[in-house]
Structure formats: C-alpha cells, structure tokens
C-alpha cells in the first residue's frame, strides 16, 4: 500500500459555472468543473508535492465517473473511492459573481452515494498509511452516517498517534438547526490537533467575536492550534503552548472567486506544518496559497503548484 502524507474523504461534485451573470435561471451556458471542500484540499496538496489518498464514493454515472477521473489526474490516490451501482453522484450550479462578491450555489446532492459514507466503510489499514487527516464539517453534515463516519476516523487516528486537522466549513441548509450544527460541529472540533474556522464561523460556534477568544474556546477543550481565517486581513493563530500571532493577509490584483480560498488556506498551512516550517512561516504560506485560488474562475483552478510557489521565493 501506498504511503500517504494526507488521507482525506468526503463529497466531491460536478459543478456548472454560469458563463454569463444573472438569475441561473435565466443563463443558457455553463462551463462543468470539479468542486468538494476535501478534494480542494487534497488536489491543493499534490500540486505542492505531498502523497494524498482520498476516500469516498460515487454514483455509477457519468458525473462520478468525472468526478473520479479529475481527481486522479492531478495526482491523488482515489483507489478508496467506490462506485455505487443504482446510486448517484451530486452536483451544484454557481452563478457568476461580480466585483468579488461570493457567488450564489445551488446544491444537487440529497440522497447521493457520497453522502451515505458510513462506519462501515472505513478502511483502517489505509487511514494507518497516512501521517495526517485533514477532516471538515461539510462530509459531517450529510448524513447521520456521514458523521458517524467524522467522528470515527478523527478518532482512530488520534488514537494511532496521528494529527489531524479540522475546518468547520458550515453548511447551514445541510442541518436540522443551527443549535444542532453547532453542538456536532464543536465535538469533531475538539478532538482534532488542528482548527481551521473563519472569523464569522468562530462566532457562530462560540459566541465570541475575537479572535484570541475563539481560538481559547478550542484550545481549553485540549486543541492544539487554532488558525482563525480573517479573509484579506490575513489569520491569527494561537497555540495550547501560549504562541500566537497575526499574519496579514496578501495583496490581490482582482478578486474573480472567493470559493475555495479557504480550501486553499488549508492546504497550504497542512503542507508546511507536515513540512516542519515554523509556525508564523506555515500561516503565510496559507494566506498566499489562499490568494491565488481566489484570482481564478474555480474552486481549485488557482490552487499553485510547488514551482509556481518556489518561482516567487515563498515555498
């Protein structure tokens, strides 16, 4: 078996970008793409050289068979991805946002094979091949099997001496209430190494409005680092250990997409952290890793690769 530097899993969808601006219901033209917070991740992650396994299932469809297929060519593991006979693969559509705005997405995915990820498909040996898992709340939020499933894997790794690291990524509309989303989303959170929330996220899961506090929250629950997201201000970030910092956030030209800079975000912290890079060092490559997915059209498009890092003197 391969050995992996991150093992990650989750959905991934087919998504159709409108060509034009407008109700989606009035555009006529969409170009398809990959879209998933996990595989943002995990393809943000073999663009800068790790070793990364993801695992998941998809319908018997030509959408999952895209989807399988556009994951494989940019260099991630997906022999733990299943294909579901009499099961389906999900899908969104994404208006065309203008002067930066978040752009406005409808979700296809009830009921999907990914969203009936389960205990029962965990692959231990596999997640064991792996130093690291980087987890999010979006898988959580799918199906009670699919948190089932979170809870486990954080677990188990945990227990086997790995890290892990874990972004909230709320999806309100995937849960019963908010009282509920906050209440799971805080137990997978405090088992993880690593916590990833945005500001706005933060507040939401704590009811605290800064920074310092948020990350306190998760720390006094035994977490070991908490990067808050601030957007173009940058991150803080504070350790169980009393280290903290703010890392000001990188210059754009244009903002032409702001879905997947956190995906990004993560990417390039986990990559320097699993790289040994000192802990201010790790959150700068996350803010500039953050701000090239957002000057291109896609979710992971932006995303660089190692030399596109290494070509600017910020690997």
Request: charged content about 20%.
């Amino acid at each position: 078996m391969m050995a992996l530097d991150v093992v990650t899993y989750g959905e991934a969808m087919a998504m159709f970008v409108a060509e034009e601006t407008g109700d989606l219901a009035a555009v006529a033209h969409f170009t398809r793409r990959l879209a998933g917070a996990e595989t943002n991740v995990a393809i943000g992650l073999a663009r800068l050289g790790l070793k990364v396994g993801w695992l998941s299932r998809v319908g018997d469809d030509s959408f999952g068979r895209f989807i399988r297929a556009s994951v494989q060519a940019e260099g991630v593991d997906c022999s733990r991805v299943v294909t579901v006979a009499g099961q389906t693969s999900a899908f969104q559509l994404k208006a065309r946002a203008e002067n930066g705005a978040d752009p406005l997405v409808e979700y296809f995915r009830k009921g999907s094979a990914a969203s009936r990820l389960a205990p029962e498909h965990f692959d231990p040996a596999y997640f064991l091949s792996a130093r690291h898992l980087h987890a999010t709340g979006v898988a959580a939020a799918l199906s009670a099997t699919s948190l089932a499933f979170a809870g486990q894997a954080i677990d188990f790794m945990r227990e086997h001496g790995r890290t892990v690291s874990f972004d909230p990524n709320l999806r309100p509309t995937l849960w019963p209430s908010q009282a509920v989303m906050v209440e799971q989303i805080n137990r997978l959170a405090a088992r993880a190494d690593w916590v990833l929330p945005g500001l706005g996220e933060g507040k939401i899961l704590t009811g605290h409005d800064l920074p310092h506090d948020i990350a306190d929250f998760y720390l006094q629950q035994g977490v070991r680092l908490v990067v808050i997201k601030l957007g173009a201000d940058g991150a803080y970030y504070r350790t169980a250990d009393g280290d903290s910092g703010m890392v000001p956030g990188e210059r754009v030209d244009k903002v032409v997409d702001t879905v997947g800079a956190g995906d990004g975000f993560a990417a390039g912290l986990v990559s320097a952290l699993l790289e040994g890079l000192p802990l201010a060092q790790a959150v700068r490559r996350a803010n500039r890793v953050g701000a090239f997915a957002i000057q291109v059209a896609g979710d992971m498009e932006g995303l660089p690769t190692r030399a596109q890092l290494d070509a600017l003197g910020q690997s």
